[in-house]
């Protein structure tokens, strides 16, 4: 069972800047696909980012493109999400999950362990 750690969310101004880490442990995530995702208050929780990357696969949300990046160091056991020109609309509680196996995926469902989830706020 994989463990996983948020950290990096906090308040601020449209068109700044957050690097979100999720830390893993109790298994390497080198094979495993990851992804993020975002519960906005009273708004479901919906799909950000994924990534598997000994599959050299990733894919985003529209409404990230562009604008956020995933990536992961093997050796920290951490994945990231690099977030820039943020929007007050970006504004939710973060996510980062695990899927044991397979590629990655948008449903929240097909995850198999979560983190506690960190909060973004973007300022106008």
């Known amino acids: 069972q994989v463990q996983l750690v948020e950290s990096g969310g906090g308040l601020v101004q449209a068109g700044g800047s957050l690097r979100l880490s999720c830390a893993a442990s109790?298994?390497?995530?080198?094979?495993?696909?990851m992804g993020w995702f975002r519960q906005a208050p009273g708004k479901e929780r919906e799909f950000v980012a994924a990534?598997?990357?000994?599959?050299?696969?990733?894919d985003y949300a529209d409404s990230v493109k562009g604008r956020f990046t995933i990536s992961r160091d093997n050796v920290k056991n951490t994945e990231y999400l690099q977030m820039n020109s943020l929007k007050p609309e970006d504004t939710a509680v973060y996510y980062c999950?695990?899927?044991?196996?397979?590629?990655?995926?948008?449903?929240?469902?097909?995850?198999?362990?979560w983190g506690q989830g960190t909060q973004v706020t973007v300022s106008s």
């Open positions: 999950a695990v899927r044991y196996s397979g590629n990655w995926s948008t449903r929240e469902d097909e995850y198999d362990s």
């Open positions: 990534s598997r990357w000994n599959a050299g696969s990733t």
């Open positions: 109790g298994h390497t995530i080198r094979n495993y696909a």
